[in-house]
């Protein structure tokens, strides 16, 4: 248990259970747009203490049970195994009427249809939630009131909860600066399959193959520093997380896990059979089709904005590059050494939350020549 902070004459309060990146970013985003109390919910009590240090919470405590009969707002966010559990307990326990419940999770269908099961003879409010949002962080420490800014945040009404009930929850979480839009649990989870879900697996797997292929090869591992790092960046997710995302959208990945076997079927069948047409088809139709998406905006998987940086063999060039950036107040997501080998030119890749700061920080790198580029 963490000690409470003195505040008070507080009228409403909010309770986030689970307290890591997307938890305590929610938590930063209601506290910096509403006068309220937040509790926070963790059974880590690292977290806690670190979530009231940062001023996350006002208050925090490992047990839900004695912190939520007068909540006006519960946000749960924790894996969706875990989110269940905790509907399990709030069923149990005597809630204010009118409560809104929400969560974070990735998948809807099954956290609705169990909301409908245990609360539907609550005076509660249950409305699902998935803000569609990241960092190269995690755990509290990462936590950001802008993590959401411009990013989906999907609201799924559910059992006790009407159009009116999620503009209130639109109100609590204005602070995000989130793009909220709303769909079906089932219409959700088909879309987050396509777009995050699959993509998730098929990344893990072309990573095994690597692992399998790097114990006969050792330096095929040094051979993947670059390009294909960067199309499995989502491999490195939390494993917990994706064995309980997997789970609870079965029905969806299934199929889509047969399709795309299906379609690697066909491109092995073309490349058997030399078909150069049928394999340049499969390419240039994908390329047309992928750059027709829009670049400028955030999807279900987190993007950040990516800057070269030339930069010459010489001690303190990294330190230079960072300060130049710190003395405009600029800050990155991510650096990465791409290539710095003795006597050539180096690349440093800068990773932005926002394409504006990518901009700011161009500028003011190329002011004090250094040599810059942009690929998208």
């Known amino acids: 248990m963490v000690q409470p902070s003195n505040k008070t004459n507080v009228s409403k309060k909010v309770v986030v259970i689970g307290l890591g990146l997307i938890g305590g970013s929610v938590a930063l985003a209601i506290r910096n747009s509403h006068y309220v109390q937040m509790i926070g919910i963790d059974v880590h009590e690292p977290s806690l203490k670190m979530a009231t240090s940062l001023q996350i919470i006002d208050y925090g405590d490992t047990s839900a049970e004695e912190n939520v009969g007068d909540a006006d707002v519960i946000i749960i966010a924790t894996p969706v195994s875990k989110t269940l559990e905790v509907l399990e307990i709030l069923a149990q326990e005597p809630l204010k009427p009118g409560v ?15 909301s409908e099961r245990l609360l539907s003879e609550r005076e509660v409010k ?9 960092s190269h962080k995690s755990g509290v420490q990462g936590s950001r009131a802008d993590l959401f800014e411009n990013a989906f945040y999907v609201l799924t009404t559910g059992v006790g909860a009407d159009s009116a009930d999620v503009e209130e929850l639109k109100r609590w979480l204005i602070g995000t600066n989130a793009r909220f839009i709303e769909l079906d649990a089932s219409l959700h989870d088909l879309f987050a399959g396509s777009v995050s879900h699959l993509p998730h697996i098929v990344a893990a797997s072309l990573v095994h193959q690597l692992s399998r292929l ?9 051979l993947a520093a670059g390009g294909f790092r960067d199309i499995t960046r989502i491999a490195s997710a939390n494993p917990v997380m994706w064995r309980d995302i997997l789970l609870h959208n079965k029905d969806v990945l299934i199929p889509m896990i047969e399709r795309w076997q299906s379609d690697m079927q066909k491109v092995q069948g073309l490349i058997e059979a030399e078909d150069d047409r049928g394999l340049q088809s499969f390419f240039s139709d994908a390329k047309q ?21 030339d930069v010459p063999d010489r001690p303190g060039v990294i330190s230079e590059v960072t300060g130049i950036l710190a003395n405009h107040n600029i800050s990155i997501t991510n650096i990465q050494i791409i290539e710095a080998r003795e006597d050539i030119m180096g690349v440093l890749r800068l990773s932005f939350r926002r394409e504006t700061d990518r901009q700011r920080g161009l500028d003011c790198l190329e002011a004090e020549q250094f040599s810059t580029y942009i690929s998208e």
Do not use: C, N, W
């Open 214 to 222: 790097g114990q006969q090869y050792p330096l095929i591992g040094e």
């Open 289 to 309: 089709y992928r750059d027709g998406l829009p670049s400028k905006k955030k999807g279900a998987i987190p993007a950040f904005y990516d800057l070269f940086v």
């Open 100 to 114: 809104i419940i929400t969560d974070v999770g990735s998948t809807k269908k099954t956290v609705l249809s169990e």
């Open 126 to 134: 249950f409305i699902g939630g998935h803000p569609m949002a990241g």
